[in-house]
């Protein structure tokens, strides 16, 4: 997985939990930085990409490991 500058432990979070919190750290960081995030639900993969495409950030990366899904979003500049 690229490099990242934040991470965000979303497990066992539901929805709409890991979007908001993401929503709430992307606000946090500057253009062109990468957040990581880790979630357990399985509706995260759906609520990241319609995110991505509502918000204009770029979804990077998307992967599923033992129940762990990863998200790896670009802040828009």
Do not use: H
Not at 19 to 31: E, Q
């Amino acid at each position: 997985m690229a490099d990242f500058d934040k991470e965000l432990d979303a497990r066992g979070l539901n929805c709409p939990l890991p979007i908001l919190r993401t929503k709430k750290m992307l606000n946090d960081m500057s253009g062109g930085q990468t957040l990581r995030v880790v979630a357990t639900d399985p509706g995260a993969v759906k609520d990241f990409q319609a995110f991505s495409k509502q918000t204009g950030n770029d979804l990077l990366e998307s992967a599923e490991a033992n129940g762990e899904f990863t998200f790896l979003i670009r802040k828009k500049a």
